[in-house]
């Protein structure tokens, strides 16, 4: 079976990573949504890709680890979407648990500055008990050292390691790296039939990011990956999906 992954929701439809891009991709019947995280000046977990929020709203100059949550909630973020979504914020990572169920898989994947967000896996962990949501959820970072981290606190929590550059060899630099990886998480650019079958081999399920046209899905299915994240619903809906 092949899993697609929602990125950042619904991101074509509403403003991506907010509660409304992931409600449209549970409406298209994603089965599993990536969002990505980072931490505030108070120590809050929101959802968000970037680590300024100008793409957004230009009026927003400040890093998020530079303002509060209290802050944040004051800033429009609806972007090109304002017709429809204007007054939409950054959700917390609370926010968007309390409206996926639990048969719906998360990639939570926690952005990568290490110095800024020192400590975030902790908090990251902390909430999903909270939630009582550590199963059906994957972490993935960029950042293996904070991988390395969730694995200490969280032995049974699933790690998706991602790649952005290619390196050699990278089934074996998981192999070796002292985690225990459930999947590799490459850019889709040099993703190829000998990339996914040596990843497979070594025991990993392989989604690569971000797949976004039809036909390269589908070759990409074809080499054997065990799902991609997409930004179309053609893809990762299963009510619109061509599947
Ligand atoms: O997790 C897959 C993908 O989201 C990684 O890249 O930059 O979109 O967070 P990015
Ligand atoms: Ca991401």
Request: charged content about 25%; glycine content about 4%; some cysteine.
């Given at each position: 079976?092949?899993?697609?992954?929602?990125?950042?929701?619904?991101?074509?439809?509403?403003?991506?990573?907010?509660?409304?891009?992931?409600?449209?991709a549970?409406?298209?019947?994603?089965?599993?949504?990536?969002?990505?995280?980072?931490?505030?000046?108070?120590?809050?977990?929101?959802v968000?890709?970037?680590?300024?929020?100008?793409?957004?709203?230009?009026?927003?100059?400040?890093?998020?680890?530079?303002?509060?949550?209290?802050?944040?909630?004051?800033?429009?973020v609806?972007?090109?979407?304002?017709?429809?979504?204007?007054?939409?914020?950054?959700?917390?990572?609370?926010?968007?648990?309390?409206?996926?169920?639990?048969?719906?898989?998360?990639?939570?994947?926690?952005?990568?500055?290490?110095?800024?967000?020192?400590?975030?896996?902790?908090?990251?962990?902390?909430?999903?008990?909270?939630?009582?949501?550590?199963?059906?959820?994957?972490?993935?970072?960029?950042?293996?050292?904070a991988?390395?981290?969730?694995?200490?606190?969280?032995?049974?929590?699933?790690?998706?390691?991602?790649?952005?550059?290619?390196?050699?060899?990278?089934?074996?630099?998981?192999?070796?790296?002292?985690?225990?990886?459930?999947?590799?998480?490459?850019?889709?650019?040099?993703?190829?039939?000998?990339?996914?079958?040596?990843?497979?081999?070594?025991?990993?399920?392989?989604?690569?990011?971000?797949?976004?046209?039809?036909?390269?899905?589908?070759e990409?299915?074809?080499?054997?990956?065990?799902?991609?994240?997409?930004?179309?619903?053609?893809?990762?809906?299963?009510?619109?999906?061509?599947?």
């Amino acid at each position: 079976m092949v899993l697609n992954f929602a990125h950042r929701g619904s991101l074509t439809e509403a403003p991506e990573n907010t509660l409304p891009a992931f409600q449209k991709a549970i409406a298209h019947g994603a089965e599993a949504i990536e969002l990505d995280v980072q931490l505030t000046k108070d120590r809050q977990l929101v959802v968000c890709h970037d680590h300024k929020l100008t793409r957004f709203n230009k009026n927003a100059p400040k890093r998020i680890i530079d303002m509060s949550l209290e802050e944040i909630k004051g800033i429009d973020v609806s972007g090109s979407f304002k017709e429809e979504y204007m007054g939409t914020t950054l959700p917390t990572l609370d926010e968007v648990l309390e409206i996926c169920q639990d048969e719906l898989l998360l990639n939570i994947e926690i952005k990568n500055i290490p110095v800024l967000y020192e400590g975030i896996e902790d908090i990251l962990i902390r909430c999903l008990s909270e939630y009582n949501r550590l199963h059906n959820v994957i972490i993935s970072s960029f950042d293996h050292m904070a991988l390395k981290r969730i694995q200490d606190i969280a032995p049974s929590m699933p790690i998706g390691m991602l790649f952005y550059y290619r390196i050699l060899q990278p089934w074996k630099y998981a192999e070796h790296s002292g985690l225990e990886v459930a999947s590799i998480h490459p850019n889709q650019v040099y993703t190829d039939r000998e990339f996914v079958k040596q990843c497979k081999a070594s025991g990993y399920k392989v989604y690569p990011y971000t797949v976004n046209d039809l036909k390269h899905y589908e070759e990409l299915v074809d080499f054997g990956v065990d799902g991609v994240f997409s930004n179309n619903p053609e893809i990762f809906g299963k009510v619109t999906s061509l599947k």
